[in-house]
């Protein structure tokens, strides 16, 4: 089994900084890939970030290139999202996600889900 719990969530007002954990237990870290999604109410689920097994490799959507940055410390078992400059449109509930084929953006390649932390960004 493997387990993932997000933290870090929260309310921030536009153009601020939140930073985003995503604890993994359960397996060894560093065999999968991860990425982070999101979604908010009515809307569909969003691919946002992932990263490859080392660290070495990160793709991003568009919207928030520049912005957000993923990492992972596979020593601690976690991965990241850094969330700068953030803008109201960026509020909804942000996932961990697990899986092994790197640079997917679609939620169905990922294998393990966290139960999401929820982002919410003021005007």
């Known amino acids: 089994q493997v387990q993932l719990v997000e933290s870090g969530g929260g309310l921030v007002q536009a153009g601020g900084s939140l930073r985003l954990s995503c604890a993994a237990s359960g397996r060894t870290f560093s065999d999968y890939v991860m990425g982070w999604f999101r979604q908010a109410p009515g809307k569909e689920r969003e691919f946002v970030a992932c990263?490859?097994?080392?660290?070495?490799?990160?793709y991003y959507t568009d919207s928030v290139k520049g912005r957000f940055t993923i990492s992972r410390n596979n020593a601690e078992n976690t991965v990241y999202l850094q969330m700068n400059s953030l803008k109201p449109e960026d509020t909804a509930v942000y996932s961990c996600?697990?899986?092994?084929?790197?640079?997917?953006?679609?939620?169905?390649?990922?294998?393990?889900w966290g139960q999401g932390t929820q982002v919410t960004v003021s005007s």
């Open positions: 990263i490859n097994r080392s660290g070495g490799s990160t």
């Open positions: 996600a697990a899986g092994f084929r790197y640079g997917t953006s679609r939620w169905l390649e990922y294998e393990y």
